[in-house]
């Protein structure tokens, strides 16, 4: 059972991030209102929200009028793919691709001598 089916079998409300950009970071500490800041980059100037599920649509518009928000975007970390079978697919693949570049290099030194 997946980590998504077993949070909604326990009605436990799920949330999803986003990403607000910032035009003054002096007003960081407004975005509180509409979710919880989980990080902030002072340098680059965006912070990080979590948001409900249900109220993410809402709140992005919400965002968007703030005139201190330079742009919000919906994180695509919900959509990384942590299943075990895709994971061991990945390091397969990486491997046979690392072999098979260690043995074009190994040719290429063997032609050369």
Avoid at 5 to 18: A, Y
Avoid at 42 to 47: E, T, V
Avoid at 53 to 61: A, C, L, S, T, Y
């Amino acid at each position: 059972m997946s980590i998504k089916q077993d949070l909604t079998n326990k009605n436990i409300s799920q949330r999803l991030s986003i990403i607000v950009y910032l035009n003054s970071v002096s007003n960081q500490y407004k975005l509180r209102h509409y979710g919880d800041i989980v990080y902030f980059s002072k340098k680059l100037g965006y912070c990080i929200l979590y948001v409900n599920q249900n109220e993410i649509e809402q709140v992005m518009r919400n965002l968007t009028a703030l005139d201190f928000v330079d742009r919000v975007e919906r994180s695509k970390w919900d959509q990384i793919d942590l299943s075990s079978d895709h994971i061991e697919k990945q390091i397969t693949d990486l491997a046979a691709d690392a072999e098979r570049k260690l043995q074009e290099r190994q040719e290429n030194t063997e032609q050369l001598l």
